[in-house]
């Protein structure tokens, strides 16, 4: 008799083993879908050939007309309008050593590069002519190491994201004149591992921090606030753009996915395609309707999201 309760308790822990171990699944599977995102649309955009190359798209940006600006690694700048037609397109000034890495549109009209590897600012005119190129390497105020992500503050100025001689954010004159930076290299509050991408919303300044798989947030003076980290965590995130509804969509290189966080940084969830995936994405942009661009750099595409489902 003992026996048999014996083995009658081992059958009951084991069914109640079992049945919290579907329970368990069940629920994160369940999860999974629900942060699952989803557009009504997935299209691709391709890059135009560079002689016998097929260039990869690097950075993006929409500007004011919902045009789609673009750097690819041979060098140029792509700009497609809002029916994604390839309408303009130009050379940097030079490019035999590295290609440019970040991009924005001032309210002028006027296109900003961060011309990476030659540690300078490279300002164009709407068609495509040089405006202005200033910067030098160095590590003092004004002057520039790695220069990645840049974004237009509401007051004309612009931030840019260093690496290489140092982790930082610098603030400048569209003439290059010097304001301030802050920032350096660690992996305490407000210190970056190769910051990536800027954004500025609300008078904040918004910094993708790489290698540190956060994004930070300090006021617009540079004096930190806070850093938004989440569960599950990011992986090397590149870059960054808002909605209009004040959401973050953040592309993760490492993890080969655009995320989706609240405005108070809560997250909401991923897109990650099973079949057709992203390889290694550089940049992201969102234009006035919420359509979102992602510079699909391993495949060598733009893949373009339509209204989320």
Same mark, same amino acid.
Request: charged share 25%; hydrophobic share 35%; proline share 5%.
């Given at each position: 008799?003992?026996?048999?309760?014996?083995?009658?308790?081992?059958?009951?822990?084991?069914?109640?083993?079992?049945? =919290?171990?579907?329970?368990?699944?069940?629920?994160?599977?369940?999860?999974?879908?629900?942060?699952?995102?989803?557009?009504?649309?997935?299209?691709?955009?391709?890059?135009? #050939?560079?002689?016998?190359?097929? #260039?990869?798209?690097?950075?993006?940006? %929409?500007?004011?007309?919902?045009?789609?600006?673009?750097?690819?690694?041979?060098?140029?700048?792509?700009?497609?309008?809002?029916?994604?037609?390839?309408?303009?397109?130009?050379?940097?000034?030079?490019?035999?050593?590295?290609?440019?890495?970040?991009?924005?549109?001032?309210?002028?009209?006027?296109? %900003?590069?961060?011309?990476?590897?030659?540690?300078? %600012?490279?300002?164009?005119?709407?068609?495509?002519?040089?405006?202005?190129?200033?910067?030098?390497?160095?590590?003092?105020?004004?002057?520039?190491?790695?220069?990645?992500?840049?974004?237009?503050?509401?007051?004309?100025?612009?931030?840019?994201?260093?690496?290489?001689?140092?982790?930082?954010?610098?603030?400048?004159?569209?003439?290059?004149?010097?304001?301030?930076?802050?920032?350096?290299?660690?992996?305490?509050?407000?210190?970056?591992?190769?910051?990536?991408?800027?954004?500025?919303?609300?008078?904040?300044?918004?910094?993708?921090?790489?290698?540190?798989?956060?994004?930070?947030?300090?006021?617009?003076?540079?004096?930190?606030?806070?850093?938004?980290?989440?569960?599950?965590?990011?992986?090397?995130?590149?870059?960054?753009?808002?909605?209009?509804?004040?959401?973050?969509?953040?592309?993760?290189?490492?993890?080969?996915?655009?995320?989706?966080?609240?405005?108070?940084?809560?997250?909401?969830?991923?897109?990650?395609?099973?079949?057709?995936?992203?390889?290694?994405?550089?940049?992201? =942009?969102?234009?006035?309707?919420?359509?979102?661009?992602? =510079?699909?750099?391993?495949?060598?595409?733009? %893949?373009?999201?339509?209204?989320?489902?």
């Amino acid at each position: 008799m003992g026996k048999i309760k014996l083995h009658l308790n081992t059958i009951l822990k084991c069914i109640v083993l079992f049945s =919290a171990i579907i329970a368990y699944f069940g629920c994160t599977q369940d999860e999974s879908r629900r942060s699952e995102l989803t557009f009504s649309s997935i299209k691709t955009i391709h890059i135009p #050939p560079a002689g016998n190359k097929i #260039p990869a798209p690097r950075s993006l940006t %929409v500007g004011k007309n919902d045009n789609l600006i673009v750097l690819d690694d041979a060098g140029r700048i792509l700009v497609f309008d809002k029916q994604n037609k390839l309408i303009r397109q130009w050379w940097m000034p030079d490019y035999a050593i590295g290609r440019p890495e970040g991009v924005c549109e001032l309210r002028d009209g006027r296109v %900003v590069v961060t011309d990476t590897h030659y540690s300078r %600012v490279v300002i164009f005119t709407p068609d495509g002519k040089v405006d202005k190129i200033f910067g030098k390497k160095g590590k003092s105020g004004g002057e520039i190491g790695n220069p990645v992500g840049v974004t237009e503050a509401s007051d004309g100025t612009i931030y840019i994201c260093e690496y290489g001689l140092q982790d930082r954010v610098q603030q400048l004159t569209t003439d290059g004149e010097f304001i301030r930076t802050f920032g350096c290299s660690g992996v305490g509050p407000g210190e970056f591992q190769r910051p990536s991408g800027v954004v500025v919303r609300n008078n904040k300044i918004y910094v993708v921090d790489a290698v540190n798989n956060r994004i930070q947030e300090f006021s617009k003076q540079g004096k930190f606030i806070k850093s938004i980290t989440v569960e599950p965590e990011l992986y090397l995130p590149y870059d960054m753009k808002f909605d209009k509804d004040g959401n973050f969509f953040i592309i993760e290189y490492g993890n080969n996915c655009v995320t989706k966080l609240a405005p108070d940084g809560a997250f909401i969830g991923r897109f990650k395609p099973k079949e057709d995936g992203l390889k290694t994405p550089w940049g992201i =942009a969102v234009d006035s309707k919420g359509v979102i661009y992602v =510079a699909d750099t391993g495949n060598r595409r733009i %893949v373009r999201l339509g209204e989320e489902k």
